[in-house]
Each structure stands twice: as C-alpha cells, then as structure tokens.
C-alpha cells in the first residue's frame, strides 16, 4: 500500500520507483480523512471530499480496474483507492498531482502543480454532466456540505 502523503517529498522518479516495489496484483492507495462530522466545519467536509473525488478520478485515468472506499462523514474512515492494470509512469505523474493537492514540498519546483482551481472545475465538469465521475459517493457527500442549511 502506498501512503499518499508520505510521498509528498518525493520527485516523479521517485514515486515511480516506489510504484515499482509494489508486487501485490493489485495497488492499494491511502489517503487519510482530514474532517469528521461534529468535529470538523461543514466546509472542510465538502472539500475533504471533493479533493479525495478529484484525486479518484485522476487515478481512475490512468487504469484499468478501480475501485475506492466509501465511508460516512460521521466516521472517521481514511481513503483507499484499489487499482491494477496501470502504466506506473503514468500513475506516478498523477500520484506526484494529487501531493500537490496535500502540500507537495518536493524538488520538482519548475512544473505546474495541481490547483484548487482545478478541482473546482472538475466539480462543474460533474455538475454539468461534462464528466461522468469516478467516486459518485464522494461527490454527493461535497452537495450534501455545500448546500445551504436550513433553518
């Protein structure tokens, strides 16, 4: 299983190497849950979210099979995507964007990193049915957060 943020220093050639050591048939990512329901602002639940839907769908991309776990706001479950069948050049280009997302310090500075922006397209891309998305669950759980409470 590869931690998503522990590669958050790493370079491109680097993750790739990491993806290389992974012998299992299939690859396991983790990506850990930064709000909970009651605990955290309804806000940072939406986005919490929104950027696991973004980072699915990036890493659905770029395989064959892809499944992903889905938990409640009230628990305090992390993410996992399961995939297999990936070109793992390709994959660690993507897992190198979604670090961006997360705090990326690596050495790769000259390049474009993934932006909030990006993920907000992506979610209008969704909403406007431009896209069809790779984690629904994910992306009905940022509705439910954004929309206004009522009274």
């Known amino acids: 299983m590869i931690d998503l ?12 190497e990491l ?15 930064t709000s909970k329901q009651f ?12 950027f696991a839907a973004y980072s699915g769908q990036l890493i659905s991309e770029d395989t064959e099979y892809f499944e ?3 938990s ?7 993410y996992t995507f399961k995939i297999k069948n990936f ?5 660690a280009e993507t897992l190198y964007d979604i670090s961006c997302l997360y705090g990326y310090t ?21 909403e406007a049915g431009k896209i069809t998305a790779a984690c ?3 992306i009905a759980v940022f509705e439910e957060f954004t929309e206004e409470e009522e009274d």
Do not use: C, H, M, W
């Open 5 to 16: 943020p522990k590669i958050k220093l790493f370079n491109r050639t680097e993750i790739q």
């Open 19 to 33: 993806i290389k050591t992974e012998t299992d048939e299939f690859l396991e990512l983790y990506l850990p849950r």
């Open 39 to 50: 605990f955290s602002e309804r806000e940072d639940i939406a986005y919490d979210y929104a």
């Open 68 to 70: 992903y776990t889905f």
């Open 72 to 78: 409640l706001p009230s628990e305090f479950v992390s």
């Open 87 to 91: 070109d793992p050049e390709a994959l």
């Open 106 to 126: 690596g050495n790769d500075e000259d390049e474009e990193n993934v932006t909030i922006e990006e993920v907000n397209q992506f979610l209008d891309d969704v």
């Open 136 to 138: 629904p669950e994910l």
